[in-house]
């Protein structure tokens, strides 16, 4: 992901090369091309205005700098990575066992992220439960449940009655020796509000470690939309992307790592368990400038 | 019909509002440009919008059997599309087959016969991991009486050169019962993908023939303003929207519904 918005991107700062010195109108190209730019790269045009804004109060003339190129690219690059967050690792309860529940979009990849993730967690030597939480996917539970007997996870249903059974979330986290319960919600829109208020009331209830968005890394001009419909429901603190092995520009995630105000903190690049890893900020940034 | 001049703010605006409904970039700019030639006037902008939006065109069901094909990406609504057209020919009372050839995905057959089981309609399936040629030729092979085959596909990223190839391995299996087959390859577009789906057509067309798009997701705030770019470069027109999870949530495409929905004329969502 995001190797074609690196190759974009050089063409925007080939002209600032060696001038020795950068004037307003230099600013002003620069900001020009930059704004067409991360819009063909499908970035949610109101974020691309704000960013623009924000580069534009940075950035000042000058006079007698080695490389007006290199002034720009620093200044995008502290941008980016103000934007795109630190990597941290999972919170943990340091009293029994952790919940990250998963919520986003139908279709986005809750299912298959929560068994990477838990697949993951499991390979770093923890105890992971999948817990089905989504009573509406036509099997899936079923699907959920063979993902996790696949790959030597626990598997524990907490559909009963066509509802989400949240005392039984409970009373199984109070009893339960296992490090990490993942819990996989149903999908909903952004615009579904009873299916947000439904997300809100199982994490206040459950007071999570982690609310993870899972976002679909195609999204096109909606992610930002989502990212703030989500965060405004409940309590995301992180953000995963799936299916970055669809997109080589990367619109998508600035455009939720920007609204959402959280960190990516992993990404998952194709259909298969091992396809998934944790995301680094600072990296990213810096590949996409090249730099 | 002549409209006023447009001032840059509302040049900005009708852009602004083109690029978030998923138009690319190049198409918003050309469709202003004509605006600007014809003037400022909420008609012109219908007018121009609809000159430039995909016909309608009906599904291709005519001839007996036909076999439909549903394609796209991952988790765009492949499945559930296959089970609203499933029931939406059982209710005209057509002889249904549903095909499920997506033998990758963890349930994908569960999914599937669950969301058609009550149906009066055959389902034939196959054990996860299996050989989904297979499936479909045993499911042309022992139903003459159909009327519709409607075939489910695993879901594969427009990029993966290997899963297109399978899919055109898929389609031949077809061609073996007749050349006619398939009369439709439906490529489902998830409307939140927005202008990402204008690169999956292009991708999914080398290779695999489109006769038609699904939009899906509509209930969402997207527009689908993608296919006008898909429209103008491959010729392929949409033929169904979905805009939410039950099964009756499909309609035929409309350009008037899909421009209203474009300028703001209604709700935005398509189910009217
Ligand atoms: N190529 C690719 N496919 C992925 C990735 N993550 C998930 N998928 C696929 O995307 C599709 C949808 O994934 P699910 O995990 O079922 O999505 P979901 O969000 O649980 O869907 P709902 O429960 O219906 O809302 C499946 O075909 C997955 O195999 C990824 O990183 N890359
Ligand atoms: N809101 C909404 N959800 C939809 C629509 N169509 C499908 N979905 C949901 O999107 C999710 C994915 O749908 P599927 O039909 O499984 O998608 P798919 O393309 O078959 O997925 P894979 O086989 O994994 O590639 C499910 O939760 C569906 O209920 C729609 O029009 N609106
Ligand atoms: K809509
Ligand atoms: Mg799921
Ligand atoms: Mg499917």
């Given at each position: 992901?995001?190797e074609?918005?690196?190759?974009?991107?050089?063409n925007?700062?080939?002209?600032?090369g060696?001038?020795?010195?950068?004037?307003?109108?230099?600013?002003?190209?620069f900001?020009k091309?930059?704004?067409?730019l991360?819009?063909?790269?499908d970035?949610?045009?109101?974020?691309?205005?704000?960013?623009?804004?924000?580069?534009?109060?940075?950035?000042?003339?000058?006079?007698?700098?080695?490389?007006?190129q290199?002034?720009?690219?620093k200044?995008?690059?502290?941008?980016?990575?103000?934007?795109?967050?630190?990597?941290?690792?999972?919170?943990?309860?340091?009293?029994?066992?952790?919940?990250?529940?998963?919520?986003?979009?139908?279709?986005?990849?809750k299912?298959?992220?929560?068994?990477?993730?838990?697949?993951?967690?499991?390979?770093?030597?923890?105890?992971?439960?999948?817990?089905?939480?989504?009573?509406?996917?036509?099997?899936?539970?079923?699907?959920?449940?063979?993902?996790?007997s696949?790959?030597?996870?626990?598997?524990?249903?907490?559909?009963?009655?066509?509802?989400?059974d949240?005392?039984k979330?409970?009373?199984?986290?109070?009893?339960?020796?296992?490090?990490?319960?993942?819990?996989?919600t149903?999908?909903?829109?952004?615009?579904?509000?009873?299916?947000?208020q439904?997300?809100?009331?199982i994490?206040?209830?459950?007071?999570?470690?982690?609310?993870?968005?899972?976002?679909?890394?195609?999204?096109?001009?909606?992610?930002?939309?989502?990212?703030?419909?989500?965060?405004e429901?409940?309590?995301?603190?992180?953000?995963?992307?799936?299916?970055?092995?669809?997109d080589?520009?990367?619109?998508?995630?600035?455009?939720?790592?920007?609204?959402?105000?959280?960190p990516?903190?992993?990404?998952?690049?194709?259909?298969?368990?091992?396809?998934?890893?944790?995301?680094?900020?600072?990296?990213?940034?810096?590949?996409?400038?090249?730099i | 019909?002549?409209?006023?001049?447009?001032?840059p703010?509302?040049?900005?605006e009708?852009?602004?509002k083109?690029?978030?409904a998923?138009?690319s970039?190049k198409k918003?700019?050309?469709l202003?440009?004509?605006?600007?030639?014809?003037?400022?006037?909420?008609?012109?902008?219908?007018e121009v919008l609809?000159?430039?939006?995909?016909?309608?065109?009906?599904?291709r069901?005519?001839?007996?059997?036909s076999?439909?094909?549903?394609?796209?990406?991952?988790?765009?609504?492949?499945?559930?599309?296959?089970?609203?057209?499933?029931?939406?020919?059982?209710?005209q009372?057509?002889?249904?087959?549903?095909v499920?050839?997506?033998?990758?995905?963890?349930?994908?057959?569960?999914?599937?016969?669950?969301?058609?089981?009550?149906?009066p309609?055959?389902?034939?399936?196959?054990?996860?991991?299996?050989?989904?040629?297979s499936?479909?030729?045993?499911a042309?092979?022992?139903?003459?009486q159909?009327?519709?085959?409607?075939?489910?596909?695993?879901?594969?990223?427009?990029?993966?050169?290997?899963?297109?190839?399978?899919?055109s391995?898929?389609?031949?299996?077809g061609?073996k019962?007749?050349?006619?087959f398939?009369?439709?390859?439906?490529?489902?577009?998830?409307g939140?993908q927005?202008?990402?789906g204008?690169?999956?057509?292009?991708?999914?067309?080398?290779?695999?023939?489109?006769?038609?798009?699904?939009?899906?997701?509509?209930?969402?705030?997207?527009?689908?303003?993608?296919?006008?770019?898909i429209?103008?470069?491959?010729?392929?027109?949409?033929?169904?929207?979905?805009?939410?999870?039950?099964l009756?949530?499909?309609?035929?495409?409309?350009?008037?519904?899909v421009?209203?929905?474009?300028?703001?004329?209604?709700?935005?969502?398509?189910?009217d």
């Amino acid at each position: 992901m995001f190797e074609g918005l690196a190759k974009r991107i050089q063409n925007v700062f080939a002209p600032f090369g060696s001038k020795g010195l950068l004037k307003q109108e230099d600013i002003d190209q620069f900001l020009k091309d930059l704004r067409w730019l991360l819009i063909e790269a499908d970035v949610s045009l109101p974020v691309v205005n704000e960013l623009v804004e924000r580069l534009r109060e940075k950035l000042k003339p000058q006079t007698g700098i080695v490389s007006p190129q290199d002034y720009l690219l620093k200044t995008v690059y502290e941008e980016l990575t103000a934007l795109l967050g630190s990597y941290r690792p999972l919170k943990v309860n340091p009293r029994g066992i952790s919940l990250y529940v998963l919520a986003g979009l139908q279709g986005s990849g809750k299912t298959t992220t929560a068994a990477k993730l838990g697949y993951f967690l499991k390979r770093n030597g923890k105890s992971v439960v999948l817990g089905a939480a989504d009573p509406y996917r036509p099997a899936g539970a079923e699907q959920l449940r063979v993902l996790a007997s696949e790959n030597g996870l626990y598997f524990e249903s907490f559909v009963e009655n066509g509802k989400v059974d949240i005392a039984k979330i409970q009373s199984f986290m109070k009893k339960s020796l296992h490090d990490v319960l993942i819990l996989d919600t149903a999908g909903r829109l952004h615009v579904e509000t009873d299916m947000l208020q439904e997300l809100s009331m199982i994490n206040k209830q459950l007071n999570p470690q982690e609310v993870l968005l899972v976002v679909d890394a195609m999204l096109g001009q909606e992610a930002a939309n989502i990212a703030k419909s989500f965060k405004e429901a409940a309590p995301v603190s992180g953000v995963i992307l799936a299916k970055a092995d669809g997109d080589e520009l990367g619109g998508a995630a600035l455009s939720v790592a920007y609204v959402s105000g959280v960190p990516i903190l992993f990404m998952g690049t194709g259909e298969h368990i091992r396809d998934f890893e944790p995301f680094d900020p600072n990296e990213t940034a810096a590949m996409i400038l090249g730099i | 019909m002549q409209g006023k001049a447009l001032t840059p703010e509302q040049e900005e605006e009708l852009l602004s509002k083109l690029i978030m409904a998923d138009f690319s970039l190049k198409k918003a700019q050309a469709l202003l440009e004509q605006i600007k030639e014809k003037g400022n006037n909420v008609d012109v902008i219908r007018e121009v919008l609809l000159s430039e939006a995909p016909p309608f065109e009906p599904l291709r069901d005519t001839s007996v059997p036909s076999v439909f094909f549903i394609i796209g990406v991952n988790g765009v609504g492949k499945t559930t599309t296959v089970a609203k057209l499933a029931h939406m020919y059982a209710k005209q009372g057509k002889n249904v087959v549903v095909v499920g050839a997506d033998t990758f995905r963890a349930a994908a057959q569960d999914q599937l016969s669950t969301l058609v089981n009550r149906m009066p309609v055959t389902y034939v399936g196959g054990e996860r991991g299996s050989d989904s040629g297979s499936i479909l030729y045993k499911a042309l092979l022992e139903n003459p009486q159909a009327s519709v085959f409607l075939v489910d596909t695993a879901g594969r990223i427009h990029t993966s050169r290997a899963l297109i190839d399978e899919l055109s391995k898929l389609i031949k299996v077809g061609k073996k019962f007749s050349e006619e087959f398939p009369q439709e390859v439906l490529l489902v577009l998830d409307g939140t993908q927005g202008i990402q789906g204008y690169r999956q057509a292009m991708s999914f067309v080398q290779g695999t023939p489109i006769t038609g798009l699904v939009l899906t997701k509509m209930d969402s705030t997207a527009k689908g303003g993608m296919i006008f770019s898909i429209w103008d470069e491959l010729k392929i027109p949409v033929k169904l929207v979905c805009f939410g999870q039950q099964l009756d949530d499909i309609d035929f495409y409309s350009p008037q519904r899909v421009v209203d929905a474009i300028l703001g004329n209604n709700g935005g969502g398509n189910n009217d």
